[in-house]
């Protein structure tokens, strides 16, 4: 199986990150993790894209906030997908880096999840490694379920709190 590469502008990401890297456990996906800056150390974070798929990964999720640059040039040095997750950050909630995150020019596309959206990044990138992995397939059809199963039992919770009113 193909890993997941998970690259951070910085460790105070990390919080959002382990949102994916938990994401990736579940599902049984293999990872690596790392700290590269797109401003402090582009040329680490582009050898990083530059090798990526050489080195084994089908996907990238790149974390950044504030200017949040890093998914934009690991996807200008890599044809894998790249994956951004904005990160808020004290300035304006967080919407600067998911501006910065969700508009790259055409011809080099960061699909975006939500501002610090780790764990549905992670879902992004096994529903990408899952059209080959007939295996993870099954995983995901079964977090799925699991997933409506605890929707609907809250239902009948609240279902059965409001029906004698």
Known sequence: MKKIGIVMGSDSDLPVIKKATD???????PFEVHVYSAHRTPAEA???AVS???????????AAGMA?????????????PVIGIPCKSANFD???????TV???????V????????????????????????????????????????VLEKDKVIAAEYASR
Request: glycine residues 10%; hydrophobic residues 55%; aromatic residues 2%.
């Open 103 to 109: 508009q790259m020019p055409t011809g080099i596309p």
């Open 23 to 29: 994401m990736l456990e579940t599902l049984e996906i």
């Open 46 to 48: 582009r050898d990083f």
């Open 52 to 62: 990526a798929r050489k080195n084994g990964f089908g996907a990238i999720i790149a």
């Open 111 to 150: 699909a975006t999840v939500a501002v610090n959206g780790g764990a549905n990044a992670a879902l992004l990138c096994a529903e990408i490694l899952a059209v080959e992995d007939a295996d993870l397939a099954g995983r995901l059809d079964e977090k799925r379920a699991a997933d409506a199963a605890k």
């Open 68 to 80: 949040a640059h890093l998914a934009g040039a690991i996807a200008a040095n890599t044809t894998l």
């Open 94 to 100: 967080g919407m600067d880096a998911l501006l910065s």
